[in-house]
Nanobody
Framework: QLQLVESGGGLVQPGGSLRLSCVAS????????IGWFRQAPGKEREEFSC????????NYADSVKGRFTISRDNAKNTVYLQMNSLKPEDTAVYYC????????????????WGQGTQVTVSS
């Protein structure tokens, strides 16, 4: 079964940190660029970060730039999202997705999606 599984979400106070993981099973992430998305209640899903297949290229939405860091360990078939200085507006369900491209490109549908992990930022 080909799937992505996210973990590491939870409840954190404003200003706190979390690290999310995205692990692939049934396939290798080596051939995929990986994107992180989030969806807050009543809002559209937002792609806010992406990492190339090699990890040499990353991009971030302005909403998370300077606070979030995406990285990958292909040997562990895992992509990480380090989230620092969390704000209440970061509250959402976070998803990772795999795109069979070597680089992050816009306008293509991702091939595989995880089930999501809830991140809640609240005091």
């Amino acid at each position: 079964q080909l799937q992505l599984v996210e973990s590491g979400g939870g409840l954190v106070q404003p200003g706190g940190s979390l690290r999310l993981s995205c692990v692939a099973s049934g396939f290798t992430l080596d051939y995929y660029a990986i994107g992180w998305f989030r969806q807050a209640p009543g809002k559209e899903r937002e792609e806010f970060s992406c990492i190339s297949r090699s990890g040499g290229s990353t991009n971030y939405a302005d909403s998370v730039k300077g606070r979030f860091t995406i990285s990958r360990d292909n040997a562990k078939n895992t992509v990480y999202l380090q989230m620092n200085s969390l704000k209440p507006e970061d509250t959402a369900v976070y998803y990772c997705a795999a795109l069979r491209f070597s680089i992050c490109v816009a306008g293509y549908e991702y091939d595989y999606w995880g089930q999501g992990t809830q991140v809640t930022v609240s005091s």
